[in-house]
């Protein structure tokens, strides 16, 4: 499963790093998302997935 | 096995998303009846009091279309939940159809709270709906007079996005400070400091008598006998859950669906509540509680979904509520309560901040204005139960 974000939509609430750390880092200056595990190990799936629910502006895309 | 899933707004559109991509081969229907919308289906509603009240050309589009539906293979059932039998294990609607179930989850959110001084006329909004927003966008034309009732976050960033389009906004409050229920005394009056400072003319610790204008709102009476111009009148005073047509089921109801930590409704099988709707036991706390944010539905879902899809799985958040407001975006993760002690831990409250709320030994909550980055640790402190100490020493 591949992972994107699109930063032009993130707005730096950082929900997706408290659903998923592994997954997401936040960048130190603004706390857009950065991905950190693209594709996203199967073991920690469910956690994008959640990642993708919680955030607010709907900015994480899961590609299969 | 059929799964009735009663509101079409983020609850229960998530909770249908959730047990289709957690497998569930149940037969779903999805009952929706949010008001303005052709489908019943809501739209997203935070974009309604920010960017799609300034922005003329905004769209507000439905939470799921009724293609996406399909291909999950959701049955949608645009009407008015009117009545549950618990007995016969069956949802009512208006027109006679009668939907039976054997899960059925609760989603029928809440309903902007209405104030009997303020009678309903031309001019006067509430906003909760695509539609509301709409109405206020089309009424508040260049240079109209706007007065909002209710000064808790939506009131308050609602008086920002319209005030920064150029209209004259007053915001009546009767407690003494902006946002002080969710941000506490010392994070609200510095901010209510700044809603001064930025020009929006405020009226706490007074209320609202009554409205001015026969056929329109021409203004705002209140109790002192002020009378406030206004051309726009938008009530920001709470919501109150939709719990209605529950009245007779036999659930128990107190200020929403009284649930467990799963979210199971109390003393009745198979029934699950989320979102503004659904009043549970936090483990977290302890306390019962109801919570109105957007962040809480979502969470709210995706606990259900789990629950009904053979994994057993407790509702224990960490609220998160965040409102762009004073040019900034204001994040609150965690429950600033009244008798806590308040740190400032960056910043200060006159610019960006970060300040901590903590009691019982424990970091309660944290409260960020324009510091997403120096927000995180703090968070990070609080997502792991971290004691005060540990959050003051950073």
């Known amino acids: ?64 | 096995m059929r799964i009735v899933v009663v509101g079409a707004s983020l609850g229960g559109v998530r909770t249908v998303q959730g047990l289709r991509r957690r497998g569930s081969d149940a037969e779903i229907v999805l009952v929706g009846d949010e008001p303005g919308s052709p489908d019943g289906v809501a739209a997203d509603r935070p974009p309604l009091s920010k960017g799609f009240l300034a922005d003329p050309s905004a769209a507000a589009p439905p939470l799921v279309t009724a293609a996406e539906l399909d291909a999950l293979g959701v049955r949608l059932v645009s009407a008015r939940a009117t009545d549950l039998d618990l007995g016969s294990r069956r949802v009512a609607l208006h027109g006679g159809e009668e939907l039976a179930f054997d899960a059925l989850v609760v989603a029928t959110g809440s309903s902007p709270r209405l104030l009997p001084e303020l009678e309903s006329r031309a001019g006067v909004f509430s906003l909760r709906t695509a539609a509301d927003a709409a109405a206020v966008r089309t009424a508040a034309h260049e240079g109209a007079r706007v007065v909002v009732v209710g000064g808790g976050f939506i009131g308050a960033e609602l008086a920002w996005t319209l005030s920064r389009l150029g209209h004259p906004v007053t915001v009546v409050e009767p407690l003494p400070t902006l946002m002080v229920r969710g941000l506490g005394s010392r994070v609200g009056e510095a901010l209510t400091r700044r809603h001064t400072e930025a020009g929006v003319d405020l009226r706490l610790g007074t209320a609202v008598a009554g409205v001015e204008g026969a056929d329109r709102v021409e203004g705002v009476r209140l109790v002192d006998g002020t009378l406030l111009p206004a051309d726009v009148v938008v009530l920001g005073v709470g919501t109150v859950p939709e719990t209605g047509w529950l009245a007779d089921s036999g659930l128990e109801l107190r200020d929403g669906v009284v649930c467990d930590e799963h979210l199971a409704a109390v003393g009745a099988e198979g029934v699950y509540a989320v979102g503004d709707v659904a009043r549970w036991r936090a483990p977290r706390s302890g306390e019962d509680v109801r919570v109105e944010h957007w962040t809480n539905a979502v969470e709210c879902a995706g606990v259900v979904a789990a629950n009904l899809t053979g994994t057993p799985t407790v509702h224990d958040p960490v609220p998160y509520v965040w409102t762009d407001q004073l040019g900034g975006k204001l994040q609150v993760f965690g429950r600033v309560r009244p008798q806590d002690e308040l740190r400032v831990v960056h910043g200060d409250l006159d610019g960006s901040f970060v300040a901590v709320s903590g009691g019982d030994g424990r970091l309660q909550a944290v409260i960020g204005f324009a510091a997403v980055k120096q927000l995180l640790p703090y968070r990070k402190l609080l997502l792991a139960g971290a004691t005060w100490d540990e959050a003051l020493a950073g």
Do not use: K, N, Y
């Open chain 1, 1 to 64: 499963m591949r992972v994107s974000v699109d930063l032009d939509v993130c707005q730096g609430h950082g929900v997706c790093h408290m659903s998923a750390p592994d997954v997401f880092e936040l960048d130190p200056d603004d706390a857009h998302a950065i991905v950190q595990l693209d594709p996203v190990p199967a073991a920690l799936e469910g956690d994008a997935r959640t990642a993708v629910d919680a955030c607010p502006e709907r900015a994480i895309t899961l590609h299969p």
